[in-house]
């Protein structure tokens, strides 16, 4: 475990010069400010070449365990006509390239692999991202009329959810508003006919070449607009890339309106507030800012598990585990469970969806983020499923069982399966959850998913060496130990097998790249027997997502969609590798981040189309259960709807 030593801090301290005046300590304290005094803060700090080298020598060595960089450099159809990024290029590009100051330089490095559209490969840095968290209290969302049209509104809930989640800072822009709007913030639901003097969709747009984590342009657009998910401890609302923004870079925005039960058009100009992020650490001056919030920590880096230290930070998550769109969960148990998961610079939303729109009392089988309902006809079941990860392995894997078991005890025939916002997480769930499902069948056994080929570059074959000669996991902690892994036919490979040959040695886009031999499944048998006969019929199970459906969530989706016409690896975790199989002066390796660095993971994540595409009303955005039932309505037919539940502001 390696953090920036006292020479290190000197040589940076020097090289950096504190700015006169301190932006740093004028908002230091604060919990608002506005983006131009969190600007004047975080572009105060000059480039040291220091750092700036390390990052860019860090990312060099390790994009070779990402699957998408050679692909996406010219992507294959559909993603061919906005996906091309070469990531090779751009970092060279930034080496040489000059730049005002270090957050600057942080800027182009993030952009370049947002670019890439893979959710897993990205470079966040915590000095900067989600520092500070810039807002607008008008959340937005796309409704389709009564007529088929679809227009961009303001959030119904807005007004709502402003209140509850800002507090006084809710005065701030009610006291913003112009003339006869002046304190009248209450806007929910009204008509957004342009954003900045152009059409509202150039900014959903404009908002898609830049949001990164998904190939689908969709899917990207959707994260314009604000949505709900299911959260480890309740129901959980996300604002949406227009309402909230991973960085202080706009001050305000402009929007022509139309109100609710008005003809007139209202242009108003609402500014940006920045809130210090929650994960942020406190600190006076731009010298505590910079030790708090910027330099490497003991838990920055990779460690050898098998050291004393190690053994004593094994309870403790990973530093990327805050921009995981998973529940919090420790170093241990990620090693223990294989994991695709999603990595953002947005920490979770911890804002909460207004109880009013929440849907009614869970079964009591409900665990965490797996919630079940069973819908007023009562013959549709519902598991609203956050993620594919919880604290818990073993109780998320029981919980799920025991939840579909009581949906058919109570007379459920069909099943919804909302994923609205999952960001993936467990592997082996997101298996087990297709098994018990669907019943023991070819589709499911041996595995319950998709066989696969790993990256297998030089540092990668370096690793297994270490690993199978030398004996350097003897507790098979790490995720290039053969015992990980089984081959094409499903036989485990033994303690001593190079698991990674014979390989497949293939030209990208121009790049030579290596992959392993094929791979079978790695979660069977598992350690809770399943039923022999499936719980539910493929074709009355749907699957319900907003499209940010993503890593093991998709490898389900996809995996029930196709096999059963059900309709519709982390910079830290590579770092461990190659420190518990001492291979960390290897020239092919990275050295450790001099930064608050992390660095996403190894998957890539798929999309699929949907068989239904359903237009969100008034009436039903964001409230989950009247999803449900409309859904449920439209694709079984059956549903008989409660009487309607009107909102009251």
């Known amino acids: 475990m390696v953090v920036v030593g006292p020479l290190v801090f000197a040589a940076l301290a020097a090289a950096e010069t504190i700015p006169t005046p301190d932006y740093c300590a004028a908002i230091a304290g604060k919990q608002w400010v506005s983006p131009l005094e969190a600007r004047q803060c975080i572009y105060s700090f000059p480039v040291v070449p220091e750092i700036k080298d390390n990052i860019i020598e860090v990312v060099n060595k390790t994009i070779a365990m990402h699957t998408s960089v050679n692909y996406q450099i010219s992507a294959p159809k559909p993603f061919d006509k906005d996906v091309h990024e070469d990531l090779h290029k751009d970092l060279a590009r930034i080496k040489q390239q000059e730049y005002s100051s270090e957050f600057e330089f942080h800027l182009d490095v993030f952009y370049a692999f947002r670019r890439l559209n893979d959710g897993h490969c990205v470079v966040i840095n915590r000095c900067y991202d989600s520092l500070y968290v810039s807002y607008l209290p008008t959340p937005l969302v796309l409704l389709t009329a009564a007529d088929g049209q679809q227009n961009v509104h303001i959030a119904p809930e807005a007004f709502a959810i402003a209140s509850a989640e800002f507090g006084d800072e809710i005065e701030f822009w009610q006291n913003a508003l112009p003339g006869k709007l002046k304190g009248q913030l209450r806007l929910s639901g009204a008509q957004v006919l342009s954003i900045n003097d152009q059409d509202p969709f150039a900014a959903v747009n404009a908002n898609a070449l830049v949001t990164g984590g998904y190939q689908s342009y969709a899917t990207r657009q959707n994260s314009f607009f604000s949505s709900y998910y299911r959260g480890d401890s309740g129901w959980l609302y996300q604002m949406g890339n227009f309402a909230q923004q991973v960085h202080p870079l706009t001050d305000a925005v402009k929007l022509a309106i139309r109100r609710i039960n008005s003809t007139s058009i209202d242009t108003i100009t609402l500014p940006y507030r920045s809130r210090f992020g929650s994960a942020s650490k406190n600190f006076t001056d731009s010298a505590s800012y910079r030790i708090n919030n910027c330099l490497a920590t003991n838990r920055t880096n990779g460690v050898d598990v098998y050291a004393v230290s190690a053994q004593q930070e094994s ?45 009614g009392p869970a079964l009591n089988e409900s665990y965490s983020v797996a919630q079940f309902y069973l819908l007023p006809d009562n013959s549709t079941g519902v598991l609203a499923l956050g993620s594919f990860s919880t604290a818990n392995f073993s109780a998320f894997q029981h919980s799920l069982l025991d939840g579909l078991v009581e949906l058919k005890s109570l007379g459920a025939t069909q099943l919804l399966v909302d994923v609205t916002n999952n960001g993936g997480g467990y592997i082996c769930i997101a298996h087990w959850l297709h098994r018990i499902i669907i019943g023991s069948r070819s589709t499911t056994e041996p595995q319950a998913g998709l066989d696969t080929t790993t990256r297998a570059g030089p540092l990668a074959q370096l690793i297994v060496q270490r690993i199978i000669k030398d004996g350097m996991d003897p507790d098979t902690e790490l995720l290039y130990n053969p015992s990980k892994w089984s081959n094409a036919s499903h036989v485990p490979f033994t303690p001593e097998t190079d698991w990674l040959k014979p390989l497949t040695n293939l030209t990208i886009n121009g790049h030579e790249d290596a992959f392993s031999q094929r791979l079978g499944q790695e979660c069977q048998p598992f350690d809770v027997d399943p039923p022999r006969k499936g719980l539910f019929k493929a074709k009355d199970v749907v699957i319900i997502s907003n499209g940010r459906c993503a890593s093991s969530c998709s490898l389900f989706s996809i995996t029930m969609s196709k096999l059963e016409g059900a309709r519709v690896p982390i910079f830290s975790t590579i770092d461990t590798e190659i420190k518990t199989t001492h291979l960390k002066n290897h020239t092919l390796a990275p050295p450790d981040f001099l930064a608050n660095i992390v660095q996403g993971s190894l998957k890539n994540g798929k999309t699929t189309p949907a068989d239904l595409n359903f237009p969100l009303t008034m009436e039903t955005v964001n409230r989950p259960d009247a999803i449900w039932e409309a859904v449920s309505k439209e694709v079984f037919k059956s549903f008989v709807p409660p009487p309607l539940v009107v909102q009251i502001e």
């Open 315 to 359: 309870e403790e998550p990973l530093p990327i585990a805050y921009f995981q769109q998973q529940p919090l969960i420790s170093r241990k148990e990620a090693r223990r469970h294989a994991m695709n998961v999603l990595v953002d610079a947005l920490p979770l939303s911890d804002i909460d969806l207004p109880e009013i729109m929440q849907p």
